[in-house]
């Protein structure tokens, strides 16, 4: 796995000219590094693992994008919420990131990401929010960074019914198992 922190765009750079960015940049670094061990991220099925910062109006924290053709894998962060926020917060962020991750590379997962192509926005919205539910779960069951507490939000923004909070709390899921979950939201 080749290993990239990007930051090519040009208005980051001219970003970066003018603070000490160095240092985030390499705890940022650290702390993806020690998540893809401490997670066992299988690190065989990617080529490229870029960390890619944004910068000025961002929507959310963060995001990971997979490419399976070319095995590549992108984790863009939201520069102001790394500069801004405690380790711990910009931990919980990068755990909860890879272990979507963790998933979606999980032969036992199988993760079908056309099916995802094909969900309208609000199925897609129930489905992540299950998803991150129990990624969340499992994380703070491992005693690994996770912001589970936001996730104890989510159920009751969702209503999502206490039966299937048993189902997802800190259980494996797979893929379908999930999306049927979600039907059900
Ligand atoms: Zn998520």
Redesign the pocket.
Known sequence: MKFNIHYSEESFERYMSRRTIPRIITKTENIVLLAIMRLKINTDKISQFTVKFRHGRVEGYSN?FRYPRTKEVELTLNLHFIEKSSKKAVENIIY??L??LRDMLDPRYNYKPTQIDKMSEEAFKKF?TI??IN??SRLNNKGLPSAVRGRKEDIRYFHIPHEMVKKIWNKFVNFSEMVELARKL
Do not use: P, T
Request: hydrophobic fraction near 40%.
């Open positions: 990971l909860h990131e272990g979507h992540v998803w991150n990624i969340d």
